[in-house]
């Protein structure tokens, strides 16, 4: 079992996870702390103990012990995809180079929410010039490449096959 999978199992809500992230990123002695192995784990459970809230200092804990608080980012992400397939929320990345009406994004939330039988679409919305014009939709492996520069990219490589 992973850790992301033990905090999902825990049930440790995702505002104590942001609270903790927050203060690792934010505090870079607290985090070489928690990662230095000459730093005894007693000093290290007591620093957990005054600083992280309840419902995440047994987890806080586990992890230093196992000299693995390098790994807590990896593992919050990997809770938040778990969160995400059970609660059926897609996440989702929308490149364009120009931005797309409300309507038209609203009728790509809807496709994806059917295609991928999901209640919600967490949709992140890039500007990417070098498309030339389109866009480029990404959810999970899928790609689906609707740009000029895709498509120039396809035509170059079926010309140079022949």
Request: proline share 1%; aromatic share 8%; glycine share 4%.
């Amino acid at each position: 079992m992973t850790y992301g999978q033990v905090l999902f199992e825990l049930g440790i809500k995702k505002e104590s996870l942001q609270k903790a992230q927050d203060m690792l990123h934010e505090n870079e002695e607290l985090l070489s702390a928690l990662e230095n192995p000459t730093i005894t784990k007693k000093e290290k459970e007591n620093v957990v103990e005054k600083l992280f809230s309840d419902d995440i200092k047994s987890f806080l804990k586990v992890v230093c012990d196992n000299d693995d608080i390098a790994c807590f980012d990896e593992a919050v992400e990997y809770y938040d995809e778990l969160k995400r397939k059970t609660d059926k929320i897609i996440k989702a990345e929308f490149d364009y180079v120009t931005m797309p009406k409300d309507e038209q994004l609203e009728r790509i939330k809807q496709y994806l929410m059917k295609q991928y039988q999901a209640d919600k679409v967490e949709l992140t919305l890039k500007e990417e010039k070098d498309l030339i014009g389109g866009f480029v939709l990404k959810v999970g492996d899928h790609v689906y490449d609707n740009s000029l520069s895709g498509k120039m990219r396809k035509l170059q490589q079926k010309l140079t096959w022949r």
